[in-house]
C-alpha cells in the first residue's frame, strides 16, 4: 500500500488541519528523537497520523518502542535505520582498501550531553592521545570537559573541535574502533554513529540497550561488539588494538 504524506522527523501541522486538508489520505510521521520527545512531541502529533517508523527499537529498559506505541492505539509502527551519510562512489573501495592501513585507535564524534562526557573522560584516562574527540556545540568553545566537575562530572582535559563531513568520512577511514554511546543509559538504541562507523569500516563498539534491542540491529560479537560497562568497553578496545 502506498502512502500519500510523510513527515520525515518532527511533526510542525496541528493534528486538526492534517485530518481536514489531508482527509483520505495515508499519512506517516518519523520518529527519531524518542524516547525524550515521546510524550512532549511524537504522541501529541500521532493524533493527525495513521502510522509511524522510528530509529530505536527500544524505548527504556523494559519496553520496546513498538509495544509502546501500541499501547497508545498507534498500531502500525516500523522500524527505521537513522543515516544522512553520503557516499561517494569510490566509499567501498576506500574502505577495503584502508583496513590493514588504519593508524587510529578509537574515535567518537558527537555533541556533550548529560554522562557522556564522564565516559569520555573514562576512555581519556586510559587511551590517551589514542582516544580521537569531535563534535559540534560542545560549551565553552569545546572546553566543557575542563570544568566538567564543577557540574559533578569527570575532569576531561580536551578540547573538542567539530568536523566536516569530508574530515569525518576521512578520519573514519582511518580509524579502527568507532565508540558509540547514546543520550538515554540503556535506553535507547540506534543512533547516527551506528550506521555511519560500521558503512566506514570501523569496529562498532555500542553501548547496549536494557532490553536486548540492540541485538536487532547488529548481531553480537559478530557485526558489533556491545558493552555494558566503561570497563567492558575498555577491555573490549584492548582486544581490537
Known amino acids: 500500500s502506498h502512502v500519500d504524506v510523510i513527515c520525515a522527523h518532527q511533526s510542525t501541522f496541528p493534528p486538526e488541519w492534517l485530518i481536514k486538508e489531508c482527509q483520505g489520505q495515508r499519512r506517516v510521521l518519523g520518529c527519531f528523537d524518542d524516547p525524550q520527545a515521546t510524550y512532549t512531541r511524537t504522541l501529541p502529533a500521532m493524533v493527525g497520523y495513521h502510522g509511524a517508523y522510528y530509529c530505536s527499537p527500544s524505548y527504556s529498559n523494559v519496553q520496546l518502542t513498538n509495544d509502546v506505541f501500541k499501547s497508545f492505539g498507534i498500531m502500525h509502527s516500523h522500524w527505521f535505520p537513522l543515516s544522512y551519510t553520503k557516499f561517494s562512489p569510490n566509499h567501498c573501495r ?12 578509537v574515535v567518537y564524534v558527537g555533541k556533550c550531553y548529560g554522562s557522556k562526557v564522564d565516559r569520555l573522560a573514562r576512555l581519556h584516562q586510559h587511551l590517551g592521545k589514542q582516544l580521537i574527540v569531535h563534535g559540534k556545540d560542545w560549551p565553552l568553545r569545546g572546553g566543557a570537559g575542563f570544568l566538567a566537575p564543577l557540574r559533578g562530572r569527570r575532569y576531561f582535559p580536551r578540547w573538542v573541535r567539530p568536523i566536516s563531513s569530508p574530515a569525518r568520512q576521512r578520519l573514519y577511514l582511518s580509524s579502527k574502533v568507532g565508540f558509540n554511546m547514546h543520550l538515554g543509559d540503556q535506553a535507547e538504541t540506534g543512533n547516527m554513529r551506528m550506521y555511519e562507523t560500521t558503512a566506514h569500516g570501523l569496529v562498532l563498539l555500542c553501548d547496549k540497550a536494557a532490553t536486548g534491542a540492540h541485538a536487532s540491529i547488529f548481531e553480537p560479537d559478530v557485526e558489533a561488539l556491545f558493552y555494558s560497562s566503561m570497563e567492558e568497553a575498555i577491555d573490549l578496545i584492548e582486544r581490537c588494538s
Open 94 to 105: 576506500d574502505v577495503v582498501d584502508g583496513i590493514d592501513t588504519r593508524t587510529n585507535t
